[in-house]
């Protein structure tokens, strides 16, 4: 059951957005994200959105999986508005026992709305069409000038990639011990905290010898394959940059110029502001 | 000159409590001495606990011997100047398939050892895409490890060595977590790199009907080497290996069971269709007479 | 009284694109006391099949029926069944967890709530049927050799005193020694208890001279479900589906092929080598 969560969940299907070197999306992701924060009036929401939606729809992947993605912050969301809806002070419109809701807080709850569901959506087609592999690349890549301060740069990202391929091994083997010891007649789910946190220890500590013995064959399993860090290394699968990665820099420029121009202009302000 | 020579290896190590007082030695592997010319196929049996793994730990460097030297391609192990190029020249698979795939794509893991080594991009690709036909994985080669049965992780593990162009490889128990089919797939994929790429192997298991295609098995008890020679010679012996907990396979049991009965068969029987030809064979010649 | 499943079906993951029809159909029957072997290789549903004893897994569509009562009623005491039905997993590393032996045989009748007296002694009892020495009661289960850690997980399910015992492929990783102490430890447990056993194993020639019945599972459906002999006879079939009878059922049946008179239903060397021997 467990191991079918995919992290990260990359969407695989081939589109343009897919092939980009994940150093582009990762950095037009962070630029996307900076520019929801830079607007002040609607035209910039409007023009970040169709953005979002070209972006979307050029990746191939289903807009119903993006949403999937929403569901899980759902009540994250709904929290934001509903403070907002009711704690801004402002011309009150409906009063409701204590509560009152005013024009300024229908506006704020709208824009945090707006703001928070791009923002999702936006960094969920990073990850939707990057493998993961590709993305601890791509992080390593772009983190590679911070070596001069004698962060292991490499050492980390090699880490990230190997727990990448661990979690849904740990994940299955859980279930596995989980069963194991309800066949036992162990009860992981009732009782006090306190009883539960004890419960668990029947299933921590083998999962726990059982993740040492795998590091322990793993490090050696590399040793013998001559892994000795990441100096004189060679890749694979380099990152190289292509005219389209070029082409999709131009895009995020001119996206980032006009839409914080138009977005912070208040000529276009709408009536209600 | 031979690709792996031992010269009175012994490996001890020292146990030690919880307070960690010694509690005493322990002599894993105990004054062995061998020799394996470059493109044999060696097989190293034992049961669990006779040293076999120890042993084949020394030829990739992973352990140094306590007294003894090993020699591989004519480096010595233990001489740390020489470990990188052991590493090479001597690939290594394990028993664990999970814990030894280091890649969330296939390709890209049989990809990490040439990349260690610093082979140029290109080179890589090649080198992949042969290893992987070699061990017949290439159609996989896009797949995330975690979807393939243990046969072919295992086989992809093999491929992942194969691409470092090693001239030996040493397989310790490779198939001990497989179910038959996964055994019979690794076991045909050793054969070929030994048969088509003349690469000297070096297998341990406790599987005997796995070395019957070996040129000689060497078994192993108490860290010491017990018998040695052709597969035949062997398994002809089937009280002594009993003795050190292995069995042979059925048909060469029958067959040691039907001339203790009085037959006249021939010593190591270790196929169906030999014993069937034999039988038929002594039939034949009683009715003759 | 006897298990029985009626039409069980499971299918893992439905209602999603990864959905996969992992039992079909199975009907079974399996009588108190019985020793049956459990055949298929990986992927053939056996071990899913497993879990649907001690309701670890719930059938999509079907009944199980445990002494006559259907275990998937509302009212139905899961934990008793669980303790009924005694499983024991593969890997004995997944469920040792105590500083030493002993206590971890106690983890399960504790689980009972039975008190102290009673569990330490239904400890001590079943560390005694599976042969395990005295002398390792007090040491850590993570040092032990790989059959005793295999002996200690089948106490550790023996001592809730189950009136089945279902053992999931306990000689995978060990030496042929060791495979064959734990059979003939198991085989003795059975004639000495009247237990009902499931062995679940991916080799007949291992079983074969142990078990009452054979069930070989193949695609997530019974293939044959009778003795070793009758089960073997049908080795062209088998083999065709990847799983191997005895080496001395293809001897026989080779012998038989070339026009001789044997009986081709031995299933150890010794009864091959009498039925060969009356050849001569």
């Known amino acids: 059951m467990l191991r079918d969560i995919t992290l990260g969940q990359f969407y695989p299907t081939e589109s343009c957005i897919h092939r980009l070197d994940p150093r582009v999306k990762l950095g037009g992701t962070m630029l996307y994200i900076i520019s929801l924060f830079c607007f002040k009036n609607a035209a910039g929401y409007l023009l970040a959105a169709l953005f979002l939606a070209l972006v979307v729809r050029l990746s191939k992947v289903p807009f119903r999986f993006m949403v999937k993605g929403m569901k899980s912050i759902l009540f994250l969301l709904l929290i934001t508005v509903g403070f907002n809806l009711f704690l801004t002070p402002g011309t009150p419109l409906v009063s409701l026992w204590k509560l009152q809701i005013t024009r300024e807080g229908i506006i704020l709850a709208a824009t945090m709305a707006v703001r928070l569901s791009l923002l999702i959506i936006g960094s969920s087609v990073m990850t939707l069409t990057t493998t993961p592999n590709h993305l601890t690349d791509g992080m390593e890549k772009m983190l590679r000038p911070l070596k001069i301060f004698r962060l292991p740069v490499h050492e980390v990202a090699m880490m990230m990639s190997i727990a990448l391929r661990f979690i849904p091994i740990l994940l299955e083997e859980t279930d596995r011990i989980m069963k194991a010891q309800i066949a036992r007649g162990a009860d992981f789910e009732s009782g006090n905290l306190f009883k539960r946190a004890k419960a668990m220890v029947p299933l921590l500590v083998p999962l726990f010898i059982s993740a040492f013995r795998r590091a322990n064959d793993l490090a050696m399993a590399m040793e013998a394959r001559c892994y000795r860090g990441g100096e004189g290394r060679t890749k694979m699968k380099p990152l190289l940059y292509t005219r389209a990665d070029y082409l999709a820099y131009g895009v995020l420029v001119f996206y980032m110029v006009f839409s914080i121009t138009a977005g912070r202009n208040t000529f276009y302000v709408l009536p209600w502001k | 000159m031979k690709m792996i020579k031992t010269d009175k290896l012994t490996y001890e190590y020292i146990r030690r409590d919880d307070d960690g007082n010694v509690e005493g030695i322990t002599t894993a592997v105990d004054n062995v001495s061998l020799d394996v010319d470059a493109g044999e196929f060696i097989a190293i049996l034992g049961h669990n606990g006779s040293g076999k793994s120890t042993l084949a730990k020394h030829i990739n460097a992973i352990l140094n011997p306590t007294h003894g030297t090993v020699w591989v391609d004519g480096k010595d192990t233990s001489d740390e100047a020489n470990l990188w190029d052991i590493r090479q020249t001597a690939g290594m698979v394990f028993q664990n398939p999970d814990n030894q795939i280091i890649g969330q794509v296939v390709e890209e893991d049989v990809g990490f050892g040439p990349e260690n080594i610093g082979i140029p991009t290109r080179q890589i690709w090649e080198r992949v895409e042969e290893s992987l036909r070699a061990v017949g994985m290439y159609e996989y080669r896009k797949y995330s490890p975690n979807k393939l049965s243990g046969g072919q992780k295992q086989r992809v593990s093999i491929a992942g060595v194969l691409a470092m162009h090693p001239k030996c490889i040493v397989l310790d128990e490779p198939t001990a977590m497989l179910d038959p089919n996964g055994r019979k797939e690794v076991i045909r994929a050793v054969r070929a790199l030994n048969d088509v790429e003349k690469i000297t192997v070096v297998l341990i298991t406790h599987y005997m009907e796995e070395t019957i295609h070996a040129d000689r098995v060497f078994v192993m008890d108490r860290g010491k080497i017990a018998m040695e020679g052709a597969p035949r010679e062997v398994f002809s012996q089937v009280d002594k290996l009993k003795e050190l907990r292995l069995d042979v396979p059925q048909v060469t049991l029958l067959a040691y069971e039907l001339q203790k009965r009085g037959l006249q068969l021939p010593n190591g029987i270790l196929t169906v269709q030999e014993l069937t030809q034999e039988l038929s064979r002594i039939l034949a010649e009683r009715e003759r007479k | ?280």
Do not use: W
């Open chain 3, 1 to 280: 009284m006897a298990i029985l499943l009626d039409h069980v079906n499971y299918i893992y993951n439905e209602d999603t694109p990864m959905a996969a029809h992992v039992l079909k159909d199975i009907c079974l029957e399996i009588p108190d006391g019985q020793f049956v072997g459990v055949i298929g290789h990986t992927g053939s549903g056996k071990s899913t099949l497993m879990q649907h004893f001690n309701g670890l897994l719930r059938a999509t569509s079907g009944h199980i029926y445990y002494n006559g009562e259907d275990i998937y009623k509302d009212d139905y005491d899961m934990k008793k069944l669980r303790s009924k039905v005694g499983l024991v997993f593969q890997y004995p590393e997944h469920q040792l967890f105590e500083i030493d032996v002993f206590s971890d045989v106690c983890f399960g009748p504790r689980n009972l709530g039975l008190d102290k007296r009673e569990t330490e002694l239904r400890a001590y009892d079943a560390l005694r049927r599976v042969g395990l020495e005295d002398e390792l009661f007090y040491q850590s289960p993570f040092d032990l050799s790989g059959g005793q850690k295999r002996r200690v997980a089948i106490a550790g399910v023996l001592a809730m005193k189950p009136d089945v015992l279902i053992l999931d492929e306990p000689t995978a990783g060990l030496d042929p020694k060791g495979r064959d102490e734990i059979l003939q430890q198991v085989k003795k447990l059975q004639t000495e208890t009247g237990m009902t056993i499931l062995l679940v194993s991916h080799s007949m020639e291992d079983v074969a001279e142990y078990v009452d019945r054979i069930l070989v599972m193949n695609r997530g459906s019974v293939l044959f479900d009778d003795t070793p002999r009758n089960v073997f006879a049908h080795y062209r079939e088998l083999e065709e589906v990847g799983l191997a009878a005895p080496q001395v059922t293809y001897i026989l049946n080779e012998l038989r092929n070339n026009g001789l008179d044997v009986d081709t239903s031995a299933i150890t060397t010794k009864e091959a080598a009498d039925e060969i021997m009356k050849l001569f």
